[in-house]
């Protein structure tokens, strides 16, 4: 290969895989989230119209718990999308940033593959046919916690950079996060 078409310099191929599964990865997590909204949607008119035993399905706890568990899953994940990529645009510490990558990539994709989950449950059989575009989605998800590094290896980056992180950094976030005033309190700080 002409040296002039050499990225990042010769051995240095790392860092510029390393660069390259920012986007890979977060892009992941961030498209998951919009891919299993529409599931969740469509559960919730669908069981707000459905009479199966009286009341509207979304009156019977064990379908509105569900679709409050996916509403929470949904909201989460996009709380850690945004706080990673506030993270990753700061550039201050590349070592955090790529294990909040890999815990968002992890957390998203299964988070929003339970959204699914859910939005089919809720809309018993008819959620399993194609119907409704519910079990598409369902299916489609399945790949984001595979491709691009599957969820395995997310973890294992989480648990290289977090023990590797100095102690002196996780206790500084820890005194300086939300909560930090309680805790300092509770210590009589
Ligand atoms: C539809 C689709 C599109 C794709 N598009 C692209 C693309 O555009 N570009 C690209 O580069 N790749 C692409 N891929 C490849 C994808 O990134 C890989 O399939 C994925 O990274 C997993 O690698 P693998 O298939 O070799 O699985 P393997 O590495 O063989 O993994 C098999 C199993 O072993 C586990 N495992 C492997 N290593 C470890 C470990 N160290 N610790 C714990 N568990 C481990 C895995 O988690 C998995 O459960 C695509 C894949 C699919 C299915």
Redo the contacts with the bound molecule.
Sequence with gaps: MPVENVLGGIDRGAEVFQTMMIPERLGTAAMTIGAARPALEVATDYTAKRKAFGPADRRLPGVSFQIAEAAMLLDASRALVDATAVAVDRREDPARGRRMISETKKFVTESCQQVAHHSMQVMGGIGYTNVFPVERIHRDLR?AS????????MA?IVAHEWYREPKAARLARRTRGPGARRRAGRRGG
């Design positions: 790949l595979i491709w691009t590094g599957t969820n395995e290896v294992a």
